[in-house]
């Protein structure tokens, strides 16, 4: 929406992990070398750890997108709340293997060992990536570390990429995970972005976009702003950077100041947040209708839907606007050719 208004040529600061994207902060630089050195091994587990939107999946996808695509065959799993034999599945699924419900373990299994000693006759590597890995339950952590028994006189057939939030960790460490820790050849914790790498990722991502300063920029102030609530997280980065644009296209703001900013995190933490409680009512007992019924008409709520709506009204009345205005330029421009 906002992109034809500040000269770019897409969504800067889409949601997506796309590698088109990635911007090697200091934190991925040395991630990403870690990630090539354990795919140099060909062999083991390769663990990258990082808060939610650290830029896990981007790294890795951006990894994937360096190496010649002819020499692996990649399958990626992102549903990790599976039991053992449901991820034998889905391992045997995105590999491209039938997986049908009355196929036995046994079966799966031998289909799958066929396929990977396939691919190594064919000198092509299988890299497994497992997504949310915090979720997997140390019985499928020890199905998964089976799997990379899968192997020839000279090499391993399988090389898995484990990545998840720092509760995984949790569950490496645990007594019963000490073979799986042994088969770990590069491990790295991804943390977050200091203020000077962040404003640089904000910049790489507008400049891969056609990026032209006299048409949006950021004070200081405005940069300090966005690092004091994205915390130099990624994902968090870019959704408050994407909500200030297009605050920016409808309110017509081409130069960005802290209190710009600042308004547009207010929005996002009312969305969010949770409603708080009308001061009085903890201390009456209201039965659970009657609590519904005070809390649907309390003048507070009331107020703040009130409020949005204003907001959401004035969006509207803005985007009408311009393009009012643009249908009358165009009609001044047929008459003056008549």
């Not at 020499?71 to 391992?91: E, K, P, S, Y």
């Not at 979720?135 to 799997?147: G, S, Y």
């Not at 839907?305 to 509207?316: A, D, F, N, Q, Y």
Request: net charge negative; proline share 4%; with cysteine.
């Amino acid at each position: 929406m906002y992109e034809t208004y500040y000269g770019l040529s897409g969504r800067p600061f889409s949601l997506r992990p796309d590698p088109h994207f990635f911007f090697g902060s200091k934190g991925h630089t040395r991630a990403m070398a870690y990630l090539e050195y354990g795919l140099a091994q060909g062999e083991g587990f390769i663990v990258v750890t990082g808060e939610i939107g650290a830029g896990k999946t981007t790294l890795v996808r951006t990894l994937f997108q360096q190496i010649e695509s002819d020499g692996f065959v990649v399958a990626h799993i992102v549903n990790t709340q599976l039991n053992c034999d449901d991820t034998l599945r889905m391992v045997a699924s995105c590999f491209g293997l039938p997986c049908e419900d009355g196929a036995s373990k046994p079966v799966i299994l031998a289909r799958l060992e066929t396929f990977l000693r396939g691919c190594g006759a064919q000198g092509r590597r299988a890299l497994l990536v497992i997504d949310e890995a915090q979720n997997l339950t140390p019985r499928v952590v020890e199905e998964l570390r089976m799997l990379s028994n899968f192997q020839t006189d000279s090499e391993s057939l399988l090389q898995t990429f484990l990545l998840g939030q720092p509760e995984f960790r949790v569950t490496l460490h645990r007594q019963d995970m000490q073979q799986l820790r042994q088969r770990v050849i590069a491990s790295y914790h991804l943390g977050p972005m200091d203020p000077a790498d962040t404003r640089s990722y904000v910049e790489h991502r507008l400049h891969t976009v056609g990026w032209h300063d006299d048409k949006l920029s950021f004070t200081a102030d405005a940069q300090a702003a966005i690092y004091a609530y994205s915390g130099g997280i990624p994902r968090k980065t870019n959704h408050l950077c994407d909500r200030l644009l297009l605050m920016g296209f409808l309110e017509e703001i081409r130069h960005f100041t802290a209190a710009e900013v600042q308004i547009v995190v207010q929005d996002i933490e009312q969305e969010f947040g949770q409603p708080a409680q009308p001061e009085g009512l903890a201390a009456v007992a209201l039965d659970e209708g009657e609590t519904a019924i005070f809390s649907n008409q309390y003048p507070a709520l009331l107020d703040e839907r009130i409020l949005r709506l204003e907001k959401t009204l004035g969006s509207v009345l803005s985007v009408l606007k311009k393009i009012v205005r643009g249908q009358a330029v165009a009609n001044l421009s047929v008459d003056n050719l008549e």
